[in-house]
């Protein structure tokens, strides 16, 4: 009797230390909730130079940030986006993948006149989506808020760094 009890005690213990290793291998691998940084201003101008919208937003001008982008990002507020300065100025193209959130991706040329908007870019998706010109610039903001703000090729924009 005493060794099918110790025998019980020991399969517990080893049946306990398996369920908790599972659980923290789980948790080891749930990615950080990566935070929003406001790090510039962003007004939208259209061809009279009446401001349209100004927008909080994230700079991305080096080359880890301009690969990650927006990538692994659950959500974003409509008054915050992620603006993308390039030093090489040339057709882009961008894609979705490890990216939850449908976007809006606005291409821009050096004079920061957008040159083509391309609209409700699906999450995960990895074809490439270009600019019809070379872009210095790319901003991203969440898919339907171009049209609800009437961007459109021509306007400009204007930024500012914190």
């Known amino acids: 009797m005493v060794k099918s009890i110790y025998s019980i ?3 517990f213990i080893a049946f306990s230390t ?3 290793c ?3 291998a789980k948790h080891g691998v749930t990615p950080p909730k990566i935070e929003f940084k406001h790090e510039g201003n962003l007004q939208i101008i259209d061809s009279i130079g009446a401001i349209k919208k100004e927008i909080l937003i ?3 001008d080096n080359d880890f940030e ?3 982008g927006l990538m692994y990002r659950k959500q974003m507020d409509i008054d915050k986006g992620m603006l993308f300065i390039f030093e090489e100025i040339k057709v882009r193209s961008f894609y979705m993948k490890n990216t939850y959130i449908p976007l809006d991706i606005i291409y821009i040329d050096t004079d920061n006149t957008i040159i083509n908007i391309v609209k ?3 999450p995960l998706n990895e ?3 270009f600019s019809d010109a070379p872009a210095k610039y790319v901003l991203e903001i969440n898919a339907g808020l171009s049209d609800e703000w009437d961007l459109k090729a021509g306007d400009k924009i204007s930024y500012s760094k914190l």
């Open 127 to 129: 074809a490439s989506l």
């Open 58 to 60: 994230e700079i991305a």
């Open 120 to 122: 409700n870019a699906e």
């Open 18 to 20: 398996l369920l908790s």
């Open 22 to 24: 599972k659980k923290e």
């Open 9 to 11: 005690l020991i399969l």
């Open 66 to 68: 301009q690969q990650t």
